[in-house]
């Protein structure tokens, strides 16, 4: 009897496990997210559009495509292919004495499955060709910001296109997988710049460039990688003159940007550029760009005239 109570001790303090922290442990991360949900892309199955929910206040999960929920215990037997002895034990493994107080996602240490990188390498690989053009990315486009990436995970290989963050970790997505390697963070690519670009993710920039060849000329770039580091990001934006905000036309992308906007002098919202769509892939890829008459040399995102400041408050017009 002791024993049975010991585990069903274990069980109910499991249960409080968050969900998003479960599933950022094996690398999955939500596409959008507001306080009482989030969605990610199924961890079952290759998507395009998120149909897994994760309701906050209830730590419960749910995937429309499969039809089936449940609590995080259920979710890493599954995931896992585990007993529920060894995913009690997975979950405690790197937490510390199961704190379940609200922190980053991304902040505790992972001693499970996780990530091995194991090449980094010129783009070469004609699946990954294939995808970035499904995606409307020219290959000398995406040369310019993405790596192929070979890693391991559960014991496999797999390979995908690959942007390095500040803190040596990679954002991996090919025609199948969205995830991430540890360290989680942001992607800051610094071109000396007095200018910055913010994007949510990988494709929104390379969309951004695919559309101005000569962007890095004129701007440094800031990838989110998730929302979760939008303060972190306001201390990126400090020292920069001009910051144009290309963020999703969604809920998450709109509070994200506002926030911005309400810390940072000089950051521009952007996103009525491809008002209509979710983001600026989106947006490329559904061709508005050539139906409204506009070449790849067509550089509408950089404003014509823009008011900016110099770091000692005067005011600039640049070209």
Not at 128 to 140: A, F, P, V
Not at 237 to 246: N, P, Q, R
Not at 267 to 295: I, T
Request: hydrophobic letters at 35%; aromatic letters at 10%.
């Amino acid at each position: 009897m002791k024993k049975k109570r010991t585990i069903g001790l274990s069980c109910e303090r499991a249960r409080a496990f968050p969900i998003e922290k479960a599933l950022a442990k094996l690398g999955h991360f939500p596409t959008r997210s507001t306080e009482k949900e989030a969605w990610f892309l199924s961890p079952f199955r290759s998507e395009t559009q998120a149909s897994f929910k994760v309701s906050r206040p209830l730590n419960r999960w749910y995937d429309h495509g499969a039809g089936k929920g449940g609590n995080v215990i259920d979710l890493v037997c599954l995931l896992n292919r585990s007993s529920v002895r060894e995913a009690l034990d997975w979950l405690e493994n790197g937490q510390i004495f199961f704190s379940f107080q609200q922190q980053p996602i991304l902040n505790f240490n992972e001693k499970g499955h996780k990530i091995i990188i194991t090449q980094v390498k010129q783009l070469t690989h004609f699946a990954l060709r294939q995808y970035l053009r499904s995606r409307k990315i020219s290959i000398t486009t995406a040369k310019k910001l993405v790596k192929e990436v070979h890693y391991q995970f559960k014991d496999k290989t797999y390979f995908a296109l690959g942007l390095e963050n500040s803190s040596g970790g990679w954002e991996l997505r090919n025609k199948y997988v969205k995830n991430s390697s540890s360290p989680k963070d942001v992607a800051h690519i610094n071109n000396g710049r007095t200018r910055l670009i913010i994007t949510e993710g990988m494709f929104d920039l390379l969309s951004i460039m695919e559309c101005n060849i000569k962007l890095g000329l004129e701007y440094d770039f800031l990838v989110l990688n998730s929302t979760a580091f939008v303060q972190k990001s306001i201390e990126i934006m400090e020292g920069y003159s001009c910051i144009d905000l290309y963020l999703d036309n969604d809920d998450t992308g709109k509070k994200a940007t506002k926030n911005f906007m309400d810390h940072v002098d000089n950051s521009v919202d952007r996103s009525p550029l491809y008002a209509g769509f979710k983001d600026m892939n989106e947006w490329l890829m559904s061709g508005a760009k050539e139906a409204n008459g506009q070449g790849i040399q067509d550089v509408f995102l950089l404003p014509q005239k823009q008011s900016c400041f110099a770091p000692d408050g005067r005011k600039e017009n640049k070209k």
